[in-house]
């Protein structure tokens, strides 16, 4: 009989009408850290020896999950802010390197707690019923059996907070920023003043292994992949999720946890009041000496107070920019496209820079022009690229990174090489919400950019295409509808058309 109970309980079938409790078994113990209880025990108290005292007012970290001799010194500096405190709930979050899905995953209804060498830490069951409710964490349990992302914090988290219960959850490659939102939102819910929130992250993941070789060639490879983790990482201590999340996506930055941290500056930036710092930036390549195989680290701390939900404010409505938030878009869209075309930090550090508020979140439409200087002054020249969004469903700052992305693959022209951008002029329009017009008639040339739609063909004008064209508007709409792959004629009959109004600056403005 003995034998069969312990068959029941290795299995979690059901006994007696009730689930019988089971332990997820360490997947990575003896390969990513020591799978001896003294040694592992050992490691951890030494790097904690020298990373800092606890902190009280330390409240979410992000922290590496790589092996620990090369990212545990890194991680310690994270975790010794949490030692011989009074904590209740760990919320850790960490991305899912081998299932793929969208949104959070929970552990399997019958696990209590995640084992480690040193001893098991225990599910928070209470909080993980609750986020079960919400439909964005309905992940597959499976992804928890093999993933190290959470595993490699246990350790650490068994010294520092032995007594704190455990709510883990991975989160899925697919998560877009909306799920990100209501994750957050989600996990708002079961905050206390005792729960501290972790975001289990590798920052960029260079050579051949990885598929992402852009500093391959640089003298000082090291120092580039230092220089964009500091920048990117800087995004997230500054709780600035528009600008981590846009620096990683535009530049293709491999940072792993990429989600996790997403979720996490979400709930920063409506449920917490305080400030993050970045306490360490690392690579492997230092520990290593190989430069061609290279992950970045990165240990950051928030140390404040949880707070109600503050809700995301109405965006503001689109009015006349001035100076410096026209200048500030230009170099914005020169930054994205750096950030995109050479893989570098120049775009989380416009956001350092700028300050995101008032007109530069309202809602707009944008495109990005970019075009070979002339040859003499006052004259227009030829166009290198022009692309753009026409409605206006995102704030103008995320329209012109989109649209200056966009323009480096205009599919009328070459692939933009970062080489060129340092000899184009820079053009961005910021585009009124375009409304329809009942004919042709009512086109003003010269103030208005118009949309032509017939038999599910489009194509778009600017308002300064009359401008630089001199054509009349019949020559105007022919060339129109030749753009929208239709006959010269056929905006004469059938066509519709929306007209819109843009304010245009660029680098030959300055």
């Known amino acids: 009989m003995k034998t069969g109970v312990v068959l029941l309980v290795a299995c979690g079938l059901l006994w007696g009408g009730a689930a019988i409790a089971a332990v997820r078994p360490a997947a990575v113990a003896g390969q990513f850290y020591p799978g001896d209880a003294g040694q592992l025990r050992a490691e951890v108290e030494q790097l904690l020896a020298g990373a800092g005292q606890a902190d009280a007012s330390v409240m979410a970290v992000i922290v590496p999950h790589a092996g620990y001799v090369f990212s545990g010194a890194t991680a310690a500096r994270a975790f010794a802010a949490l030692r011989g405190r009074n904590i209740e709930r760990l919320i850790l979050l960490g991305p899912s390197h081998h299932v793929g899905f969208a949104g959070g995953a929970l552990p399997a209804a019958d696990i209590t707690a995640f084992a480690t060498p040193m001893g098991a830490v225990a599910l928070d ?25 959470l595993e490699v914090e246990l350790p650490f988290l068994r010294v520092v907070a032995s007594g704190a219960k455990l709510v883990p959850v991975l989160i899925g490659a697919g998560t877009d920023r909306t799920t990100e939102e209501h994750m957050a939102r989600c996990l708002q819910r079961i905050l206390t003043p005792r729960t501290v929130v972790i975001a289990s992250s590798d920052f960029t993941h260079h050579g051949a292994m990885y598929g992402w070789t852009p500093f391959a060639r640089r003298p000082d490879p090291g120092g580039a992949q230092l220089a964009l983790g500091k920048a990117t990482a800087g995004r997230a201590a500054a709780v600035d999720f528009r600008g981590f999340e846009d620096q990683v996506e535009v530049s293709g930055d491999t940072v792993c946890g990429a989600r996790p941290i997403g979720v996490l500056l979400r709930l920063l930036a409506h449920a917490f009041k305080g400030t993050g710092n970045l306490a360490a930036i690392t690579t492997s390549g230092q520990v290593s000496g190989n430069w061609n195989q290279v992950v970045t680290y990165a240990a950051v701390r928030f140390s404040g107070a949880w707070t109600r939900w503050r809700p995301e404010q109405p965006p503001p409505r689109l009015a006349a920019l ?9 170099e914005l869209a020169r930054a994205a496209l750096s950030s ?59 329209a012109v990174v989109s649209s200056a992305v966009s323009a480096a693959h205009d599919p009328r022209f070459p692939e933009l090489r970062l080489a060129e951008l340092g000899h184009l002029d820079l053009e961005v329009s910021v585009l009124s919400p375009p409304v329809p017009v009942a004919e042709p008639a009512a086109i003003q040339l010269g103030r208005d950019g118009v949309v032509l739609s017939k038999h599910g ?16 508007l019949p020559t105007f709409l022919s060339h129109l509808s030749v753009k929208a792959g239709l006959p010269a004629d056929a905006w004469r009959h059938g066509a519709s058309f929306k007209v819109f109004t843009a304010q245009v600056f660029g680098d030959r403005d300055e």
């Open 125 to 149: 069951l209470g909080a993980i019923a609750r986020l079960r409710s919400c439909p964005d964490f309905d992940g597959p349990a499976q992804a928890h059996v093999p993933e190290h992302s």
């Open 322 to 330: 001035d100076e410096a938030q026209r200048k500030g878009l230009l």
């Open 340 to 398: 995109h075309l050479g893989h570098g930090p120049e775009l989380a550090r416009w956001f350092a820079a700028h300050p995101v508020r008032d007109g530069l979140l309202a809602d707009a439409g944008a495109f990005v022009t970019l075009r070979q200087p002339p040859s003499r002054p006052r004259v227009v020249g030829s166009l290198r690229a022009c692309m753009g969004v026409i409605e206006a469903r995102a704030p103008v700052i995320e």
């Open 457 to 472: 063909r489009s194509a778009v004008y600017l308002p300064q295409v009359a401008a630089e064209t001199g054509w009349d």
